[in-house]
């Protein structure tokens, strides 16, 4: 499987990083070995002194696709779940000075937590699901999907040009605002609507 994520996906969030609304989604992946599941602890790697939070709804895919049209996509994925897109700031901002990927950044092992998957059909309006991050017990993010520039099914259209979705493989679709650095101590909840989906200690 692979986890693909999509970089720039709300304005405010955009905003906060003195990023460019993208006139194409910005697509990174990360690789398997990021995963952490079942709430298990992340380490704070050594190579990094700025490991940011980024709250994020994931997409998991249910069939293989290529060139999904947009008004298909729908039929690519049945489950959603809650994912945190952990960034390694100071190394994702020196790629970024000098234009180079963001492998190492957003790719390192633990830096893809997520949560167990519910069925999409849970969900009455599937482009009006809040959700939320808090870190000891205090809310640093709320979003609504609602508010994102590209739609699950635009996502998964766009992505399928260019590479075959697989069933079982998972789609990040952004953060809102909110982001920041976590510590060794902190414990970080991620909510869908007021449903506690996944707990993370940062060891
Ligand atoms: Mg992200």
């Known amino acids: 499987m692979k986890i693909l994520a999509i970089g720039r996906n709300y304005v405010a969030h955009i905003k906060e990083l003195n990023n460019e609304i993208p006139t194409d989604p910005v697509i990174f992946s990360k690789p398997e070995t990021a995963l952490l599941r079942k709430n298990a602890p992340f380490y704070y790697p050594?190579?990094?002194?700025?490991?940011?939070?980024?709250?994020?709804?994931?997409?998991?895919?249910?069939?293989?696709?290529?060139?999904?049209?947009?008004?298909?996509?729908?039929?690519?994925?049945?489950?959603?779940?809650?994912?945190?897109?952990?960034?390694?700031?100071?190394?994702?901002?020196?790629?970024k000075e000098k234009g180079l990927p963001w492998v190492i950044a957003k790719g390192f092992d633990g830096s893809a937590p997520i949560s167990?998957?519910?069925?999409?059909?849970?969900?009455?309006?599937?482009?009006?699901?809040?959700?939320?991050?808090?870190?000891?017990?205090?809310?640093?993010?709320?979003?609504?999907?609602?508010l994102m520039i590209y739609s699950f099914n635009y996502i998964i259209a766009y992505i399928s040009k260019f590479i075959t979705l697989n069933k079982g493989d998972l789609i990040f679709t952004g953060t809102p605002e909110g982001v920041g650095p976590v510590k060794i101590g902190n414990i970080l909840e991620a909510c869908i609507e007021d449903k506690k989906m996944l707990h993370v200690k940062i060891k």
């Not at 049209?69 to 039929?75: G, R, T, V």
């Not at 482009?127 to 809310?139: M, R, T, V």
């Open 116 to 146: 167990h998957f519910v069925p999409k059909s849970d969900f009455k309006d599937l482009y009006n699901i809040k959700f939320s991050l808090s870190l000891d017990g205090e809310i640093k993010q709320k979003g609504n999907t609602k």
């Open 46 to 95: 050594e190579f990094s002194n700025d490991i940011h939070y980024e709250v994020e709804i994931v997409l998991k895919i249910c069939k293989q696709g290529k060139n999904i049209s947009e008004k298909f996509a729908h039929n690519y994925y049945d489950e959603i779940g809650i994912g945190i897109d952990f960034t390694a700031r100071d190394i994702q901002d020196k790629a």
